[in-house]
């Protein structure tokens, strides 16, 4: 700061000090009150929000993803009967399931078996996911796929191709460490697309270039807007083939 600068700053505080104590009161008085004010009107701003573009909202999964959509999913995780109660108000068909292992880590919560969704899942069909898993599943099929398919392929997605939800297992199959999303049917990985003129988009075509590839990418980066981890082909190897979506407690997009 240059001596010029320093002294119009210290005339600047002198003609402040200088002011009578009401003056002091009434100025910061009215910037409490203006700041109140805002916090108000974000408040009924939000307030007055459809639920699915408030923070606070239930998650309605007939909605396009919002603000908060990503957050009300989420909160579904620790809230079952919220989870399907969601459900029931979407268009999935689906039937709860109980986990059949005895291994603590390997007993999902909440689990329910997909019959119809936007989207048909090929075999092994149908997939057991955990409830916040197959809600997330649902918007994804819907606000994600279809509308990159239409962009960029000129076509309809029949069928996702993967390679199942559930597997009592720790990361990377480790004999050791952290037990995977999959131990709970908390994750799927998707390992392709099979359009309605019978085209096959297989993640492996990940950096082939073209429309294919644009696709893929699409799909891959707004899935994070959904799942809270997401795993690609740019991630390692192990993934080179398949796009890996889970909701668990890890947030990761890669």
């Given amino acids: 700061m240059s001596e010029q600068q320093r002294l119009n700053r ?34 009924f701003y939000i307030e007055s929000m459809p639920d699915g573009a408030s ?10 993803i919002r603000l908060f959509t990503s957050e ?15 459900l029931d108000g979407s268009n999935m068909s689906y039937a709860e399931v109980e986990p059949q292992s005895r291994t603590p ?3 999902w919560q909440a689990g329910v078996q997909i019959s119809t969704s936007n989207l048909d899942y090929a075999d092994p069909e149908p997939p057991v996911a955990s409830c916040a898993l197959a809600a ?20 309809e997605v029949a069928e996702i191709l993967h390679y199942g939800t559930y597997n009592c297992r720790r990361e990377n199959s480790s004999q050791a460490g952290r037990w995977s999303q999959h131990a709970g049917a908390n994750a799927i990985d998707i390992s392709g697309f099979r359009l309605t003129d019978g085209r096959v988009i297989g993640v492996h075509r990940w950096d082939n ?12 980066d707004r899935s994070c807007e959904i799942f809270t981890g997401v795993l690609g082909p740019d991630y ?11 909701m668990g407690p890890w947030e990761i997009c890669s």
């Fill in 10 to 43: 210290r005339k600047r505080e002198e003609r402040w000090a200088g002011l009578p104590m009401s003056i002091h009161i009434a100025v910061r008085g009215a910037i409490v009150m203006f700041a109140l004010l805002g916090i108000l009107a974000v408040f």
């Fill in 136 to 155: 997330a599943l649902y918007v994804w099929e819907r606000e994600i796929v279809a509308p990159a398919a239409a962009r960029h392929l000129d076509a």
């Fill in 236 to 246: 390692n190897a192990a993934h080179a083939d398949h796009f890996h979506l889970d």
């Fill in 72 to 86: 009300q999913i989420r909160a579904l995780r620790e809230d079952p009967q919220a989870c399907f109660a969601a």
């Fill in 55 to 64: 923070a606070w909202g239930e998650a309605d999964l007939e909605e396009p």
């Fill in 209 to 220: 270039g073209g429309e294919d590839a644009a696709f893929l990418v699409e799909v891959r």
């Fill in 105 to 107: 880590e390997c007993r």
